[in-house]
C-alpha cells in the first residue's frame, strides 16, 4: 500500500512554506489538524487517487482514504487536504478515473474515439478500491460497436454504481456524426458520491486560513 507522512499542524490554519494544511478524521480517530509535503502528497494523489493508502503521524499509521481536496480557483493550487479513515469493514463508494488502453480498429475507418464519462461511480471495501478502471478499446472493429457499464471488467470485490448499465461509456463514431455526439449532455462526474458516508470535520477553517 503507498504510503504518505504528514506532520502534527501545531497553529491551526498555517503551515510551513512547501507545505499543504490537512486534517484526518474518521472511525476511531480524532479530528487531528496536519500538515502535508506539497510535491509527495501530489504524486501520491497523481498515482493512487482515492484509494486507501498509509498515512504516518508522529510515528502511527492510519488506513485513510483522501477524501477531499481544496484548490484556489485562481491557481489551482492545493490548498488544503481531507484525511478520512473509514470503517474497513464496510463498504464506501467513489469516483474512479476511466483509462483507456489499446487501439480501436474504427479509428482506421475515419471515425473519432468519443469518451462519454472520464471518471464512474463504484464500490468497494476501502482495501479493494482501484486507483482506476482500465477500457480496453481494442473491440471497436466498426462505427455500430460500444462500450458500455456492463462490458466493464472490474476487479473482484468491485461494483460500478450506475443507474443504466447499457449507459455507453466509448465508441468510434463517424466523421459526420462527430458534433451530434459531442452535442450530447455529458455524464456528472462532479457530483458527490456517497463516499465512506464521512461525518463532517469538527475543524472548521476560515477559508482565508486555508
Not at 95 to 102: A, Q, R, S, T
Given at each position: 500500500?503507498?504510503?504518505l507522512?504528514?506532520?502534527?499542524?501545531k497553529?491551526?490554519?498555517?503551515?510551513?512554506?512547501?507545505?499543504?494544511?490537512?486534517?484526518?478524521?474518521?472511525?476511531?480517530?480524532?479530528?487531528?489538524?496536519?500538515?502535508?509535503?506539497?510535491?509527495?502528497f501530489?504524486?501520491?494523489?497523481?498515482?493512487?487517487?482515492?484509494?486507501?493508502?498509509?498515512?504516518?503521524?508522529?510515528?502511527?499509521?492510519?488506513?485513510?482514504?483522501?477524501?477531499?481536496?481544496?484548490?484556489?480557483?485562481?491557481?489551482?493550487?492545493?490548498?488544503?487536504?481531507?484525511?478520512?479513515?473509514p470503517?474497513?469493514?464496510?463498504?464506501?463508494?467513489?469516483?474512479?478515473?476511466?483509462?483507456?488502453?489499446?487501439?480501436?480498429?474504427?479509428?482506421?475507418?475515419?471515425?473519432?474515439?468519443?469518451?462519454?464519462?472520464?471518471?464512474?461511480?463504484?464500490?468497494?471495501?476501502?482495501k479493494?478500491?482501484?486507483?482506476?478502471?482500465?477500457?480496453?478499446?481494442?473491440?471497436?472493429?466498426?462505427?455500430?460497436?460500444?462500450?458500455?457499464?456492463?462490458?466493464?471488467?472490474?476487479?473482484?470485490?468491485?461494483?460500478?454504481?450506475?443507474?443504466?448499465?447499457?449507459?455507453?461509456?466509448?465508441?468510434?463514431?463517424?466523421?459526420?456524426?462527430?458534433?451530434?455526439?459531442?452535442?450530447?449532455?455529458?455524464?456528472?462526474?462532479?457530483?458527490?458520491?456517497e463516499?465512506?458516508?464521512?461525518?463532517?470535520?469538527?475543524e472548521?477553517?476560515p477559508?482565508?486560513?486555508?
Amino acid at each position: 500500500m503507498t504510503s504518505l507522512t504528514a506532520k502534527l499542524r501545531k497553529e491551526k490554519g498555517v503551515s510551513e512554506a512547501g507545505m499543504i494544511p490537512a486534517v484526518l478524521y474518521g472511525s476511531g480517530v480524532e479530528n487531528t489538524p496536519l500538515e502535508i509535503d506539497k510535491k509527495s502528497f501530489s504524486k501520491v494523489f497523481r498515482d493512487v487517487g482515492e484509494t486507501l493508502i498509509d498515512l504516518e503521524v508522529e510515528g502511527k499509521k492510519y488506513s485513510v482514504l483522501i477524501h477531499d481536496t481544496q484548490a484556489n480557483p485562481l491557481t489551482s493550487e492545493l490548498i488544503h487536504v481531507d484525511f478520512y479513515q473509514p470503517n474497513l469493514k464496510e463498504e464506501v463508494e467513489t469516483e474512479v478515473p476511466i483509462e483507456l488502453i489499446g487501439e480501436a480498429p474504427a479509428l482506421k475507418l475515419g471515425g473519432t474515439l468519443i469518451m462519454n464519462m472520464k471518471e464512474i461511480s463504484v464500490k468497494a471495501l476501502p482495501k479493494d478500491l482501484p486507483s482506476k478502471i482500465i477500457i480496453d478499446v481494442s473491440s471497436l472493429n466498426t462505427f455500430e460497436d460500444a462500450i458500455t457499464a456492463k462490458d466493464i471488467k472490474l476487479p473482484t470485490g468491485v461494483t460500478i454504481e450506475i443507474e443504466n448499465p447499457e449507459e455507453v461509456i466509448v465508441q468510434v463514431v463517424e466523421p459526420e456524426d462527430i458534433e451530434e455526439e459531442l452535442a450530447k449532455p455529458i455524464e456528472d462526474v462532479n457530483k458527490e458520491p456517497e463516499k465512506a458516508a464521512a461525518p463532517k470535520k469538527e475543524e472548521a477553517e476560515p477559508e482565508e486560513n486555508k
